[in-house]
């Protein structure tokens, strides 16, 4: 056997607990075929010596927006403004075509909120997105076509504030939509690039479709235009169901066209789970809670008529797709652990493996029915080293220790799924291994750290942990062989490194399919 690829010199951790270590690592077809002894003699058409660099599985985010990352990055962000005036400063040298469209929103950094008002002085069709993706400023021309039903908040004046969340902020961002596919491909590489100098060999888009964050009818094609540089799992939106007659034996009565579910596609891009929203987020105050934010924001609000969202998750599972819940606030996780629960007295299926994206704020008692239920918790442990003090003080001494919780799941035999929700909070997954084991925000407030696990526990949740969490554990997250030989080379070893260190490990070389794809070292040439 020749074999296509032989990398020697590697301090491997494969992350395999049948075999922990090696140093040399064979790869045939874009896959792992051999360690060692196994392969250190055969022929190879490439030799590439690491020089005792340490490499790991290749990290798997498994809830990441690539092609909001990617429109993000060619987008007027005002996210390094502190002042209303700095703002409009920014935005009136901003190029612009029909809207003007902006990024990096976040009222609790100015000096004041911005207002319609302020951004009528910009321009018409201006459409400023909260940082969360649930809430927007837009001037006053774009709110006064939206449509009636919509709720416009209003100052004690009883002007338009032109704040606009969660459902009113879909009906005005659905005014500039669609995005050409040829825009959103572009973006899409943009965010796939991003994730690969991160060591991301897999990035699960969060919700194409319509929606929230959909972009087109045609969505799907864009990832289609062109290969990418990383693996793609892409979630649907619940909202793309549509009323089927099919045949009574069946029990679906709603699906996508020709029974479109989880699990098509190939190793490069598939249909992963279902994408549902219950509520909002805490960066909005839109996070639905039980007992109300401190400080006066109210308890949060749900996305929807509970009976919509309900039948969307009844309705999901029966059309067997493995349904991915977006619940932050543990009103809307008691909501998901219901209905979840209800779909699976209804129709028991082994090895649903349904997830709940975000699992923000979880109450003890929520953590036990998780295991229960054999819920996926897909969580963003970046969001607390950046927000974490923000969040800390609107959940009070009491909640926050509930705050994306890690030891707790793992002491009850959960499966923790890492991931960035990119871009959103920094995507970079050795930045959340490091606060899933420090558990302090970057001004080192300590945020819930009895939750914090140890650095082994970490990775697994952004390799092996978020691979079962997109049904990809049988060709990723360890360096076994018969697996895809998807592989991170990194300058330091966040196993026995400084844990203050690890977030700031450099990437050498992001390594798919047994191409080096991301090779800044020079490892390949």
């Known amino acids: 056997m020749i074999l296509d690829l032989k990398v020697v010199g590697g301090r491997f951790g494969t992350l395999d607990p049948a075999r922990p270590g090696a140093a040399v690592l064979g790869v045939w077809g874009g896959r792992i075929v051999g360690l060692d002894e196994d392969v250190a003699d055969l022929p190879a058409r490439r030799v590439v010596d690491l020089g005792g660099a340490v490499a790991l599985p290749g990290f798997v985010d498994a809830h990441n927006h690539l ?262 606030g543990d009103r809307a996780v008691d909501f998901a652990l219901d209905a979840l629960a209800e779909a699976g007295a209804l129709l028991p299926r082994p090895d649903a493996r349904h997830r709940i994206e975000h699992c923000g704020l979880v109450r003890p008692d929520q953590v036990d029915r998780i295991a229960e239920l054999g819920v996926i918790p897909v969580v963003q442990p970046t969001f607390l080293w950046a927000y974490g003090d923000d969040y800390s003080t609107i959940m009070g001494p009491e909640r926050a220790p509930w705050l994306y919780r890690g030891r707790a799941f793992l002491d009850r035999g959960v499966v923790v799924a890492g991931s960035s929700d990119r871009p959103v909070a920094d995507g970079n997954p050795l930045r959340a291994v490091q606060f899933m084991v420090e558990r302090r925000s970057r001004t080192g407030l300590a945020v819930g750290p009895d939750e914090a696990v140890s650095v082994t526990e970490a990775l697994h949740a952004y390799t092996a942990g978020a691979a079962y969490a997109c049904r990809r554990e049988d060709v990723l997250g360890s360096l076994t062989p018969g697996k895809l030989a998807d592989f991170v080379v990194l300058d330091d070893d966040p196993r026995t490194c400084e844990v203050s260190r690890i977030g700031d490990i450099g990437v050498s070389a992001t390594v798919v399919g047994g191409e080096f794809r991301h090779d800044p070292a020079g490892f390949a040439s």
Request: proline residues 5%.
């Open 67 to 328: 092609a909001w990352a990617g429109r993000a990055s060619r987008t007027p962000d005002v996210s390094g403004c502190t002042t209303v005036t700095q703002v409009l400063d920014l935005l009136a040298d901003a190029p612009r075509a029909a809207w003007l469209e902006v990024v990096g929103y976040d009222h609790r950094a100015l000096d004041r909120p911005l207002t319609a008002r302020d951004l009528d002085v910009v321009g018409p069709r201006v459409y400023v997105q909260d940082l969360s993706g649930h809430a927007c400023v837009v001037s006053s021309d774009v709110l006064a076509d939206l449509p009636a039903s919509v709720v416009v908040p209003r100052d004690a004046a009883g002007v338009p504030t032109g704040f606009l969340a969660e459902r009113a902020q879909s009906a005005a961002r659905a005014m500039m939509l669609p995005y050409s596919i040829a825009d959103i491909a572009a973006d899409v590489r943009r965010g796939a690039e991003q994730c690969l100098r991160e060591g991301v060999v897999l990035a699960a888009e969060a919700g194409v479709g319509e929606g929230l964050i959909g972009s087109s009818p045609l969505e799907i094609a864009a990832y289609q235009q062109e290969p990418l540089p990383i693996r793609v799992q892409l979630m649907v939106s619940s909202g793309e169901l549509r009323d089927v007659r099919a045949h009574a034996e069946d029990g679906v009565r709603r699906a996508l066209p020709l029974g479109l579910r989880t699990g098509l596609g190939d190793e490069w891009l598939s249909i992963g789970a279902l994408k549902l929203w219950t509520d909002g987020g805490m960066i909005a105050r839109t996070a639905a809670l039980t007992e109300p934010y401190v400080g006066g924001y109210g308890v949060g609000q749900l996305q929807d008529e509970p009976d919509v969202m309900r039948a969307a998750i009844l309705d999901g599972h029966a059309a067997g797709w493995q349904l991915a819940v977006h619940a932050i």
